[in-house]
Structures are given as C-alpha cells and as structure tokens.
C-alpha cells in the first residue's frame, strides 16, 4: 500500500506543478479581446419584392449584424455596436500553440519518469535498488540461463530481476521478497552445502 501511495503522490505532485504552468501560460496569453464594432443602422430596411424565379425574398439594404436586444449589442441611436472577437492572423495563435505543445511534452516526460522510477524502488522501504549485477550469458543459455539484471535492495528486503534483451514483447520485472531475517537465510544456505555428501 505505501508503495503505491508513493507513486500517487509524485503524481499529484507532478500535476500540480504542470498545471501551475499552464496557469501562467494562460495568464501570459490570454484570450482575444472582445471588440466593439459599430455598424451603421439604416432608418428603413425593406425588403424587395423577389421575382416569381428568384428565391423567397432580395433584401434592398443588409440586415442588422445583431438585434439591439441580443447580449454583446447596445443601440445608440442610428448605430448598433457589435462585441466580437478579432481573430488571430492565421486563425489560431501560434505562439501560443507552440508553448502548449512543449507543456505538453512536459507532462508526458514528468509522467514517464514517475514510472520508471517506481518501477526501481524497493516495494517494502521505497529506497532506489542498487547494486545491478548481470548474470546468465546468450553463448552459455543452457547452463546459465538468458541474461538479466538483478537489483537488489541495500537493506536486504528483495531483489528487482528483469530481462537484459527482451525478445518475445515486453516482460514485466520479477520481484523476489527476502524474509526479514536475513542471517536465517544465511545459515540455510550453509546447512545446504553441509549436507552434501
């Protein structure tokens, strides 16, 4: 359990940090401004008889951009004013797309280096695992085993063995807990070699 409230909280604590970045990036750029537009009213807008082959109806002079009665309007007098965004240049801001993107790339790097630095961590004391040892050999398999890489815990609590080369798709790492007393395994492994005749 605390092996996994560890990685949760460097998690959150990478979040946070992200997306305090990415609160300055919004305070830094924010949003178009609202524009007013005024648009000049006509006294009289009528509408045009329309032909019997023409559509429904031709207008003689433009409609109203918006009716004075709509949010973001207001009438004074012969004009209406229109709030509207001004689109960017290009029609999106590139600046600011371009920082999103590298904030972006920050969150799946903060997220990959959680991984992999849980996935080294003794699952009982949360210390990084140490001392990597290679053991097996590809020209020897058959007595030794394919190669791999053992990490072992400096307090004795397990050891991490994972594949060198991993040939048949990805293999998740082996962990082999030690029992807490490590001078009881010590002592079997002698008696073992003891009894031998």
């Not at 359990?1 to 609160?23: E, H, I, N, T």
């Not at 990959?112 to 949360?126: E, G, P, T």
């Amino acid at each position: 359990m605390r092996y996994w409230s560890y990685f949760a909280a460097k998690l959150v604590a990478a979040a946070a940090v992200l997306y305090g970045l990415l609160a300055i990036l919004n305070w830094k750029y924010p949003p178009a401004p609202r524009l007013l537009i005024s648009v000049e009213r006509p006294q009289s807008a009528m509408l045009l008889p329309a032909p019997a082959n023409a559509p429904s109806a031709i207008l003689a002079t433009p409609p109203d951009p918006a009716p004075a009665t709509t949010p973001g309007a207001a009438q004074l007098g012969g004009k209406v004013e229109v709030a509207t965004f001004l689109p960017p240049r290009f029609g999106y801001d590139l600046e600011y797309t371009l920082f999103v993107l590298v904030w972006f790339l920050l969150c799946s790097g903060a997220l990959y280096l959680s991984i992999w630095d849980q996935r080294y961590r003794c699952r009982v004391c949360l210390r990084r695992l140490r001392m990597p040892v290679e053991t097996g050999s590809w020209s020897r398999m058959l007595q030794m085993g394919r190669p791999r890489i053992e990490y072992i815990c400096p307090y004795g609590h397990g050891t991490l063995k994972e594949d060198e080369f991993q040939i048949s798709g990805t293999e998740s790492p082996e962990w082999t807990p030690h029992s807490d007393d490590l001078w009881e395994e010590l002592v079997a492994a002698s008696k073992e070699t003891d009894d031998r005749p």
